[in-house]
């Protein structure tokens, strides 16, 4: 299934507003999805079976909007197989959790060269939610932004990580995210998982709320040559 050059918009559904895809190998290029609806996957729902592979290049997701307790405004990923979203712009979203969007990885996912940028979640994951886990399971994010995102009474401004597999962060910037509420930790990255998470020539900055980046699981956090400055605690 290919689908470019295409402006989906206003749709209505119970899994993926615009898009829907189950199983198929699927590419999506130069397509914006706007203002959609949905319990789950606003923008786009995608299922990535284990032989199956996905990519999705410049794509725009754009006031995107779940139903109350759904999860990815901009986009729901469940993946076993291989899955690349790249050059690509995520903003304005909403939902529960996960406004920009929500990742269940057991496969291999590439996040690369993308904005997250001014997403909304009620409760966890202002910008994007991730659950890895799984023996062949890889989540790597590089030359991202994650900027200006915001929960409004949960953890994880920026990002929210949640999985027992090991997530990658590389040569990217957390920055001017927000954690609401009173409890709430995380302004830049919340990690509360088995699996662990290696943050490498990236910037965490001017993130408000808890910490800048809250490690509460058992998974080892690693920062190397990286950057952490002007965030403002709770």
Do not use: C
């Not at 119970?14 to 606003?42: H, I, K, P, W």
């Not at 995520?90 to 997403?119: H, K, S």
């Not at 809250?214 to 400055?229: A, N, Q, W």
């Amino acid at each position: 299934v290919e689908i470019i050059g295409l402006t989906l918009t206003e749709g209505l559904a119970n899994q993926g507003g615009a898009v829907r895809v189950n199983n198929s190998v699927f590419v999506m290029d130069s397509v914006s999805l706007f203002a959609n609806v949905a319990d789950e996957g606003a923008g786009l729902w995608i299922k990535v079976g284990a032989l199956a592979t996905a990519d999705l290049f410049n794509v725009t997701m754009t006031s995107n909007s779940t139903s109350p307790n759904g999860e990815g405004g901009g986009f729901f990923a469940d993946v076993d197989g291989t899955f690349t979203i790249q050059d690509s712009l995520i903003t304005g979203n909403n939902a529960d959790q996960g406004g920009g969007g929500y990742f269940q990885n057991q496969g291999i996912t590439t996040f690369l060269r993308n904005t997250v940028a001014g997403n909304l979640a009620t409760s966890y994951a202002g910008g994007l939610y991730i659950e890895s886990g799984g023996d062949f399971a890889k989540f790597t994010i590089q030359q991202s932004t994650i900027d200006g995102n915001r929960t409004e009474d949960g953890n994880g401004g920026g990002m929210s990580i949640g999985s027992v597999g090991d997530i990658t962060i590389d040569a990217s910037t957390i920055s001017g995210n927000v954690v609401g509420g009173a409890i709430g930790v995380g302004g830049g990255i919340y990690h509360a998982s088995g699996g662990d998470l290696t943050i490498t020539n990236s910037t965490i900055s001017n993130n408000t709320g808890g910490s800048a980046l809250d490690s509460s699981g058992p998974g080892t956090t690693r920062l190397e040559h990286s950057t952490v400055t002007q965030n403002v605690g709770g």
